[in-house]
């Protein structure tokens, strides 16, 4: 029924009737792809070798903001950050660090202040954190990441964040992952965590993740960091591609507001304790499994932010098919999903096709518009030739659902993409606008 | 104080102190240039030579909706068009006009309904349009061109306006100017018009323009329709030159919302009749002064749509200094204007300068962040270095104005770019959402 996506077994799995509330547990779909992968309970400490904590040290008033992920033994380190030219300095240092040694051991996370646009004494600050991490779990310099959230232009209250390092280390638990997951929330309004498990080479190998991230979300990364850890092992080449290919999928398929940010980063840690076997050549089945383990997280995790995007009250999957390429589909889907006037009609409850046809029409790709077909939900608006008829009192029906589908076929070619979106809503204005008061 | 602008003696030159409301004269700027340019009275009837109607004619419920507009004699016409895929009927009609022939006698509008996604019929309602208002006035088909704006998707009332067309025809009259201006409204919450005068070879010539739009605006033409009118003479060639350079400096340098309509156009009519001799060659002074003039009228046409965006409460200038091309500048300022986070920061009246370097940052051109300087009004938020020292109160104090300027120095070269937009607030989401109801 939905094309692109992962199966996976034990999971709500029936878009047209989404567990109420915010935290469903993104998009599991019932394509009959990846059999092999399960859900399970938990996120960052559901694979075996890792431990997490997440506390309040101070830089928020009250609540968490500072979280550790250790992994024992030492893992391989991936990541992908931002492609903002203005970076923050946890991200340059983080470049810095993957750059001598993937072989990591711990991330130390604050929220609350962003540590961006802060010149040589936030350099200084970053580093700071990660010797501070490196001491507090017994581990070398360069074995530790660091992360940075919230507030841009402020210098962290870095002695309140030393202090509270060893304080994270005395949490350190194997099931820490919650509170790690809420600990790097900034204006989430729910955990984001997800685990699946799947077999390679006849051995249970498990992926976990958590993310935070509700504005400033834009296709190419935002103020959004997604942690994923597993115990399974790879090389550093393999693991890096694993994760740039998921991203691509995933967080970068996904806008709030289009405003990309200065912190964006996922990263990746593999230890692996599951005790299945090296997965160092791309042509391996296993290394398939997990890819497809790994963005089945990535893309659970992308969907929470979606779902909560600020002043979201719907989710949005623009399924953009008959593409002559898939970078095309994108392209037209991504126009869509970043457009204003299509997200105040979707709030509105509109089935307003004509502002869907124009986003495609300035995406920058050619199309014969008369070809065009646009369904909302499974309610056809717009048929080939421009034929329009089509019950409103239907079209609302869908609309007025939390999940909808928007799928536009362009009929010139075989490929398709989805991208995922969520309404413009008044609240985002006065959660952008009034967000000192 | 203001680079790029254009004087315009006899109007209100001091943008700190805005004239009350919303109708205020676009943007006339105290700079020294053009001090051959005045401000006159009216529209596009203002120049000799040109009359214009508007009336109801029923594709509306109550309020007018048909506009003609007449040159006697016949003048040489230019226009440019959306470069969106998706073209309304009428835009394939104009530019198969124009490709014909430059010599126009009438342009027909109407609005409350677009011509737009409708096919074979729409193309057929197009050229009834033309015929029509060709048979109205006395005028070959060829010399015709036509604009619809409103609903997309929708067919013309076609009998309506049919029966409409005569009806303004006998309405025709050299003070029509403001009623036809009030006749191409669909969202606009004032009537745009405004006109200009300039000497060419020591011969008053006088150049008059009205324009509608205040959604689905972005910076390649918008549901944004723009009619200029002149006395003056000109070459097909260079009047088409004239209008593409005055746009690309104006109606291509605003953005509402962000979104490209398909039925955008400005068109320009020149017919001569000032006295003042035919402008033929680019390198003739004339030709200055005409562009010069045609621009200014362009430009407060396009400040008044910023001024009357959906929701808008504010009119921003985006001013980005220092660019290494003129490009640059442009791309810089365009990325800051669309960016949701500055304009709900802006709407909050919250010098959120961390928001502006991000949008620089990833508006797709190089640069060194930490070279950047920022100003809101004449507060300096951001030195270079990321030396942050400015009064908060200061900066709130620019912000309540209803007219702002936000400027950037990239230190990169010698070549600035101003855009020009509005905050986003829930009354845009309110006008968007629930546009229907």
Redesign the interface.
């Known amino acids: 029924m939905y094309a692109g996506g992962r199966a996976v077994k034990g999971t709500t799995n029936d878009r047209e009737h989404p567990p109420a509330g915010k935290r469903d547990v993104g998009e599991l779909r019932p394509d009959g792809m990846g059999e092999a992968i399960t859900a399970c309970a938990g996120g960052v400490t559901a694979p075996k070798g890792f431990l997490a904590a997440g506390i309040h040290c101070g830089v928020k008033k009250e609540k968490d903001d500072l979280c550790l992920l250790v992994s024992d033994p030492p893992a391989t380190a991936a990541a992908v950050v931002t492609?903002?030219?203005?970076k923050a300095a946890p991200i340059v240092v983080v470049k810095e660090q993957l750059a001598r040694s993937t072989s990591i051991r711990a991330i130390v996370v604050n929220s609350g202040n962003a540590n961006?646009?802060?010149?040589d004494r936030?350099m200084r600050d970053a580093w700071t954190m990660v010797r501070a991490a490196a001491s507090a779990v017994g581990a070398d310099e360069s074995e530790v990441l660091v992360a940075s959230t919230g507030?841009?232009?402020q210098f962290l209250p870095i002695e309140t964040i030393e202090a509270g390092i060893p304080a994270a280390a005395r949490q350190l638990s194997p099931t820490g992952g919650t509170a790690a997951a809420r600990a790097i929330m900034t204006t989430d309004t729910f955990v984001k965590e997800c685990a699946v498990k799947v077999t390679i080479g006849g051995v249970p190998v498990v992926v976990g993740g958590m993310a935070k991230g509700s504005?400033?979300i834009?296709p190419?990364m935002a103020t959004m960091l997604g942690f994923v850890t597993t115990d399974a092992d790879l090389s550093p080449a393999l693991l890096h591609s694993a994760l740039v290919k998921g991203t691509e999928h995933s967080f970068h398929r996904i806008s709030v507001?289009?405003?990309?940010?200065?912190n964006d980063m996922v990263a990746v840690l593999a230890n692996g304790t599951s005790g299945a076997g090296l997965l160092s050549d791309a042509s391996d089945p296993g290394y398939a499994l997990f890819c497809d383990a790994l963005e089945c997280v990535l893309l659970q995790l992308a969907h929470m932010i979606v779902r909560d995007g600020e002043g979201a009250t719907k989710f949005v999957e623009i399924a953009v098919a008959g593409g002559a390429t898939e970078e095309e589909a994108v392209t037209a889907a991504r126009s869509i999903a970043?457009?204003?006037?299509v997200k105040?009609?979707i709030?509105?409850e509109?089935a307003n096709?004509?502002?869907v046809?124009?986003?495609?029409?300035?995406s920058g790709?050619?199309?014969d518009?008369?070809r065009v077909e646009i369904c909302f939900g499974h309610v056809p608006v717009?048929r080939a030739?421009?034929v329009?008829d089509f019950s409103e009192e239907e079209a609302k029906k869908v609309l007025s659902r939390k999940d909808i589908r928007i799928s536009v076929h362009l009929h010139r070619g075989g490929h398709n993409a989805s991208f995922w979106t969520c309404d413009?809503?008044?609240q985002?204005?006065?959660i952008?606008?009034?967000?000192?008061t």
Do not use: Q
């Open positions: 492609t903002n030219v203005v961006a646009c802060t010149g936030g507030v841009i232009g504005g400033m834009a190419n507001d289009g405003d990309t940010s200065t970043g457009s204003s006037l105040t009609a709030h509105g509109d096709w004509g502002r046809l124009a986003a495609i029409g300035y790709i050619e199309f518009p008369a717009l030739g421009y329009i413009l809503s008044k985002y204005v006065d952008n606008a009034n967000y000192r």
